[in-house]
């Protein structure tokens, strides 16, 4: 593909300084790792239980390997531009890691995966500290929701593993509250 | 002469002006409703037992004790973001609806970027522009942690702003809150009065003509632009105005707030402005105990 840079293997790789919009399928893959559209739904969907339907209004980005970005609209691909919607996942790793904005944002149509708090615990969370809690269901990434004026509400995403509530809450966003 | 005694005379009470200068603004918070309901939000602040005001012009803007702008649950799920109560006001002037194709053309750090949002509902192109590569990054932050999705983000200067990553189509809005010598923020930061300087005003008024010369070449016919301040000076509102009448096919209009102004000035310093400058909206401190402000709605005739 013209323009795409060159890792040496003749082969397009990501560029880190511009948004290229992701490919609905493997089938129209062209940069090698880059995930599909149809697979971060599937992922969405499989481990959250978030109806496909929730994204139809958005376009999938990446910029920076594996670090995708939702946009709610069209745009030419790729963009130069220095922010597109919001940086919704981490992907190109084992386990695809959805980001804090993702959960507050689309958390509200998740149905599995997800641990409710108790307030002491929720402030545990948000102060990026680590807890032991009973937890029944999968490993790995779970939207965090708490209490907040009569609903539960997504806070953000926490790293379950071996009895014990990992925060993942980036530095900027905790508060000791 | 100070800043204060400058601007004194331009308003219906010089005594009441200064006074109002002096006492410090309590933290204001918007509610985003992207995220959550003014209702809801209301309830949130009760639950964690902080005490609100509501301002009566604005239903989601509350007055919050000094320092709890921040630190707090409803922030933390990013309900609620920052905001002076009178640098609420251009965005509803603006009054995009989604859909719409919008550009904040001085955008960081995002808190006119992400009330245009709320009111587009996340749908339709939002375009946010800032020259300072170093406030990119709290833009992004802001918008990412109220929920913000429609928003693309360019890093360039604004009076030369390209249309090229979006297919060169033009705004239906465009909002010019321009960087300004921001004397109407006194009762944040005092130092501006002593920091004041006539040649500091002078020097960047070109931007503040660049930037809205460049904002009407981008939007459609029939199009608006909103061109806001949070400066008392003419030479960077009328002045500003007078100049982008006469150089690109634009026309002010009318338009209603809900607190209390005085009209645009038509002479100043021995200056005349094209008399339509009357339309644009001066906030003085004293008026609404908020800080000061200048807005003014252009309508693209061509």
Not at chain 1, 25 to 39: D, I, Q
Not at chain 2, 22 to 41: G, I, Y
Not at chain 2, 195 to 207: A, I, K, N, P, S
Not at chain 2, 225 to 230: L, Q, R
Request: net charge negative; charged share 25%; with cysteine.
């Amino acid at each position: 593909m013209p323009g795409d840079p060159d890792d040496g293997s003749g082969e397009p790789t990501n560029d880190g300084d511009r948004f290229d919009r992701v490919p609905a399928t493997e089938t129209e893959r062209t940069v090698p790792g880059r995930p599909t559209r149809e697979a971060v739904l599937a992922f969405w969907h499989d481990r959250y239980g978030i109806d496909p339907e929730v994204f139809t209004a958005h376009t999938f980005w990446e910029r920076g390997a594996g670090k995708l970005w939702a946009f709610r609209g069209e745009i030419a691909s790729p963009a130069e531009l220095q922010g597109l919607g919001m940086t919704v996942l981490r992907t190109r790793q084992r386990h695809w890691k959805p980001t804090l904005e993702a959960a507050q944002r689309f958390g509200r149509h998740a149905t599995r995966n997800c641990i409710h708090l108790s307030r002491p615990a929720a402030r545990a969370f948000l102060a990026g500290e680590d807890q032991e809690l009973d937890w029944e269901g999968d490993w790995g990434y779970l939207f965090v929701t708490h209490s907040l004026a009569g609903e539960a509400e997504p806070l953000g995403v926490g790293l379950y593993v071996h009895g014990e509530l990992r925060s993942v809450v980036p530095k900027g966003r905790r508060r000791e509250l | 002469m100070s800043m204060l005694e400058r601007y004194g005379p331009l308003t219906d009470d010089p005594g009441a002006f200064r006074a109002a200068c002096a006492r410090p603004l309590p933290p204001v918070v918007r509610v985003n409703t992207l995220k959550t309901t003014v209702d809801r939000a209301r309830q949130a602040l009760d639950e964690v037992g902080i005490a609100h005001d509501r301002a009566d012009w604005h239903p989601g803007l509350f007055r919050l004790p000094a320092d709890q702008a921040g630190g707090n649950w409803p922030y933390s799920h990013g309900w609620l973001h920052g905001q002076e109560e009178v640098s609420a006001v251009p965005a509803r002037v603006l009054d995009p609806d989604p859909g719409d194709r919008v550009w904040d053309a001085c955008a960081a750090p995002g808190s006119k970027t992400t009330q245009l949002a709320a009111l587009m509902d996340d749908a339709g192109v939002l375009v946010g522009t800032d020259a300072n590569i170093g406030r990119i990054a709290p833009l992004r932050s802001n918008a990412e942690r109220l929920g913000v999705t429609n928003l693309a983000i360019t890093n360039e200067d604004a009076r030369s702003h390209s249309l090229n990553p979006f297919d060169g189509a033009g705004y239906d809005h465009a909002l010019v809150d321009a960087p300004c010598s921001c004397e109407g923020t006194v009762r944040k930061n005092p130092d501006v009065i002593d920091e004041w300087t006539l040649e500091r005003t002078r020097g960047v008024t070109g931007v503040q003509k660049g930037i809205l010369k460049r904002a009407v070449e981008t939007t459609r016919e029939g199009g608006t632009v909103v061109y806001s301040t949070c400066t008392f000076a003419p030479e960077e509102n009328e002045a500003v105005l007078d100049f982008v009448l006469g150089e690109r096919p634009c026309r002010l209009v009318a338009f209603d707030i809900p607190l209390t102004h005085s009209p645009g000035i038509t002479e100043w310093q021995g200056d005349s402005f094209d008399p339509t400058v009357r339309r644009a909206k001066r906030i003085y401190p004293h008026q609404n105990d908020t800080g000061g402000f200048f807005c003014a709605k252009l309508e693209v005739t061509g």
